[in-house]
């Protein structure tokens, strides 16, 4: 009776137990095939991000070293590129950073680009893109390629209001790297992915972050749809995800992508077998993507009728096993089975070596080739009848240096294992007879129990990107517009020179500055401008074609690197140079240009340490060529008392730039007071001085820095960070300031014909709420006689706005008294030198009389400078001058402290 319960009972364990078993089995085959395809789907993945990033790079690259940065053409082509090759990228940015003092010169340089419209945005909380208010900076997008009526909406966007790429950008500048962040909100194209990359002011980068953070000038970066790339790799069926993990502390990860396979089976199946879960991790820069794929639903398929059926076949298998012949019967099926499956995974290895566009060649342990897919056929034109069961080493005939490719396997020795296929290898790069540039690899195919078995070479076409290498390497190290070589490679070469000593080869580094090229520009045009410039680099390479390096610097302004055996051959050739310039003439079709230039040159010698050592010489040595009235030859000589002028300004060139960008200025005052009283000063009137803190608490007055700042352009951006600041710091007591009080702000040469100050003036005005009537602008004699019609529109302007004029200097001029009728000025500043030995000089007494007569025939008041003795002071008062100025009413001080007592409530 127990025979049949124990019988159902054991047919019951059976039938679940097989059923169970063929699920498991199927499942663990189908995961392993899954496991192989994930790798290589992550695998192509991660190739195509790779090239986006070198890219990226590339176009970072290229940005540092053009002489000229941004180049809207150059971008173009690259994005252009990059969007043909890879389908899943939207678009290639640039985005700038601009100072708001610098927009309205900046808007107008875009113009002159062709941007009409340029103008700083922001995404309100609608979505909608409206102008940005003014800020003190931006950093706004100003090029967006492909361009579309959707995407150039985006132009002028700052990304420094969208918070969710402020961190992401700043940390790409600090680290210098790539970083990866998710599109903000309502970005165009509905991009998934974005990939920045910075860029920086100069051609050097920055060594530290803090100097990163400082010197960037903007970046690059690329929009990416996940959804493509992932569809483009992810057969249908999977379940796959994208999340991007920053680097940055203070972030988490986040889905960009997600399409998921629901099951409508709720059958056991389901429970017992999930689909598996694979991660793969992708480098970007400083970043990382994780790729999570799902297997499809397996065993998990399987419903309960067919496990049923599975059941009872195995039913029938066990009953089977009671005889022989059964058991015989099953082991030939399960015999037959196996040969089926390994017939069928041969054919889909096949297919899919066949569809791929990697070309493919394997052979066996003994080296024998026996396969070749259509790739491989195409790319070598090969024959695969003829190469079949061929020697694999024959395939080093095919190339033009089958050296690079080095030892083929023939032992397991010879071969690592295979490291994880996300890890960057290094194939060799070769060049096949038909002149395609290829990647090669060889890599061991080991069985299960990691045996040797055979060989598989993997090749891909390469020629295009290293097309696109070599224009990038060329671009780099050369001039755009001559083909000559740029800066950088400049003075990479003089780096080189300076670590070679040779008794028989002497070297020299020259300078030349094109005189006057402007002209020849506004004249004829930039088009005849670019085509003299062409044509002078063939002429100098062809005369001095021996020459160790001619190079263009930028704009006008060419470098040459000289070699001979003394140092006074040198100086002959760069005779010979300068000879040149005297017979060399430019002629178009319309007009005849004699060129000429100013030369510096110096010696390369063994006290230079650095390549700035010789640049900052040479540069000498030509600025003292410009100084001695252009179409000059000069060689450097550091005992020249010029010479040691010029270095002694240029010490305070780095000390002048770093107090404009890090706000380092101090600004004093220095009391004007009436001369009613010579004992009782009632200071109304102050002029702002400048002052810069030195060391040891000292500080550096005007009088040691101001000819370099004046030498080097730089007094325009100092008087402009004089009125921002005395404006801001008037503007804190403007409530407590007397109303009959007045503050002199000293104007350069250069801001006297600058058109935009006067518009720059009155937004200060506005901005900090100043009453104009209490602000005072001088300027130089000297400087308004060089510049009389504009000087006269600047004073027409500033007298308009309720600003008072003042005229420094008054006497040092040669036509003083020639044009003062002429100008609507209301102070007259007599000049020091007349006014300190008035005391005992009779004719310096006349003059200041002479001045301050002429003042008061014309309405201006007078003020005298330098006074410094009470003797001086009553001299003054005779003489009805109206205001002096000087130690002996007040040493100058810092504005602060002025404002502040200004503040404090008086005491009876």
């Known amino acids: 009776m127990l025979r049949t319960p124990l019988f159902l009972l054991s047919c019951v364990l059976v039938f679940s137990f097989s059923a169970y078993q063929c699920a498991r089995l199927s499942h663990q085959s189908e995961q392993k095939s899954f496991e192989q395809n994930a790798a290589g789907i992550a695998n192509d993945i991660y190739k195509d991000l790779l090239s986006i990033v070198s890219d990226l790079r590339s176009i970072g690259s290229l940005h540092q070293t053009s002489p000229n940065g941004f180049n809207y053409a150059q971008h173009e082509h690259i994005s252009a590129t990059l969007a043909e090759r890879i389908t899943a990228v939207d678009a290639s940015v640039r985005f700038d950073h601009i100072d708001h003092i610098d927009l309205p010169r900046y808007v107008e340089e875009l113009r002159e680009q062709g941007m009409f419209s340029f103008q700083p945005k922001f995404i309100d909380t609608d979505g909608k893109i409206v102008a940005l208010p003014a800020r003190d900076s931006y950093l706004s997008v100003i090029s967006y390629n492909p361009g579309s009526p959707s995407s150039n909406r985006f132009i002028g966007l700052d990304l420094l209001q969208l918070p969710q790429l402020r961190s992401a950008i700043k940390e790409s500048v600090a680290r210098y790297n790539v970083v990866a962040i998710a599109a903000p909100d309502n970005w165009v194209n509905e991009s998934d992915l974005l990939i920045l990359f910075p860029s920086f002011y100069g051609n050097q980068i920055p060594a530290d972050p803090e100097s990163r953070l400082l010197q960037t000038d903007g970046g690059y970066l690329v929009s990416i749809s996940l959804e493509r790339i992932l569809k483009k790799y992810i057969p249908a069926g999977t379940i796959a995800a994208a999340e991007l993990h920053s680097a940055q502390s203070n972030s988490e990860y986040k889905a960009l992508y997600n399409e998921s396979e629901k099951s409508s089976d709720a059958s056991l199946m389901n429970y017992l077998f999930k689909p598996a879960q694979l991660d793969y991790r992708i480098p970007i820069g400083h970043s990382a993507l994780t790729i999570y794929m799902s297997s499809p639903a397996s065993a998990a398929r399987y419903n309960t009728g067919t496990a049923i059926a599975v059941g009872l076949v195995c039913l029938f298998i066990y009953a089977a096993l009671v005889s022989a012949f059964s058991t015989r019967k099953r082991s030939m099926r399960t015999l037959a089975e196996k040969d089926s499956a390994i017939a069928r995974e041969k054919e889909r290895a096949q297919v899919t070596l066949r569809s791929i566009n990697d070309a493919v060649i394997t052979a066996d342990s003994n080296n ?176 001095f074609s021996d020459a160790a390096l001619l190079a263009r610097l930028g704009g006008d302004e060419f470098g040459l690197i000289l070699s001979a055996q003394t140092e006074a051959q040198l100086v002959a050739r760069v005779s010979d140079l300068y000879a040149f310039f005297q017979t060399y003439y430019f002629k178009t079709e319309q007009q005849f240009f004699s060129v000429r230039a100013c030369i510096g040159m110096t010696h390369i010698r063994d006290h230079h340490r650095t390549m700035n050592d010789v640049l900052s010489e040479v540069d000498l040595a030509c600025y003292a060529a410009k100084d001695s009235g252009r179409n000059t030859l000069h060689i450097y000589d550091p005992d020249n008392k010029d010479t040691r002028q010029r270095q002694g300004e240029m010490q305070y060139l780095p000390i002048l730039q770093t107090a404009l960008k890090e706000n380092r200025f101090i600004l004093y005052v220095q009391a004007i007071a009436p001369t009613d009283d010579v004992d009782i000063f009632s200071p109304t009137h102050y002029e702002c001085l400048l002052r810069i803190p030195g060391e040891n608490g000292q500080v550096i007055t005007p009088f040691k820095f101001i000819l370099a700042a004046e030498r080097y352009e730089m007094m325009r951006d100092i008087d402009r960070w004089v009125i921002h600041h005395a404006f801001e710091q008037i503007s804190s007591f403007r409530h407590t300031i007397p109303a009959d009080h007045r503050f002199s702000i000293n104007l350069s040469g250069q801001s006297a014909v600058d058109d935009t100050l006067p518009s720059f003036i009155q937004a200060k005005l506005t901005e900090f709420r100043i009453a104009p009537q209490t602000i005072c602008f001088e300027l130089t004699e000297t400087a308004v006689i060089s510049n009389l019609s504009q000087a006269q529109q600047l004073i027409g302007y500033l007298r308009e706005t309720g600003c008072s004029i003042a005229l420094d200097d008054f006497g040092s001029g040669v036509c003083s008294f020639g044009y003062l009728k002429n100008l609507q000025v209301d102070y007259l500043k007599i000049d020091g030198q007349f006014v300190k030995d008035i005391t005992h000089d009779p004719i310096d007494l006349e003059m200041v009389r002479s001045i301050n007569n002429v003042g008061k025939a014309l309405g201006i008041k007078t003020i005298a400078e330098f006074v410094e003795t009470r003797e001086v002071m009553q001299t003054l008062a005779g003489l009805s001058v109206d205001y002096a100025q000087g130690y002996y009413i007040s040493k100058p001080f810092p504005l602060t402290d002025l404002l502040q007592d200004i503040q404090l409530p008086k005491v009876a």
Do not use: W
């Open 368 to 543: 024998s080739i026996d396969y070749i897919n259509p790739a491989a056929e195409r790319l070598l034109n090969l024959n695969p009848d003829k190469l079949l069961s061929t020697n694999l080493f024959g395939i080093v005939d095919l190339f033009t240096h089958p050296e690079q490719i080095g030892p083929l396997v023939q032992t397991g020795a010879d071969f690592k294992k295979p490291t994880s296929i996300l890890e960057e290898s290094s194939p060799s790069t070769l060049l096949t007879k038909d002149g395609l540039v290829v990647s090669l690899q060889v890599s061991a195919l080991y069985d299960a129990a990691q045996n040797l078995h055979g060989t598989v070479v993997t090749m891909r076409d390469i020629s295009k990107e290293h097309a696109l290498t070599s224009e990038l390497a060329h671009q780099a190290t050369h001039d755009a517009l001559t083909g000559i070589a740029n800066r950088r490679h400049f003075e990479n070469s003089i780096n080189q020179l300076l670590g070679v000593k040779s008794e028989n080869v002497k070297y020299a580094v020259s300078y030349i500055d094109l005189d006057q090229f402007k002209l020849i520009n506004d004249t004829a045009g930039h088009a005849v401008g670019d085509e003299l410039l062409i044509k002078l680099s063939n002429d100098l390479t062809s005369q």
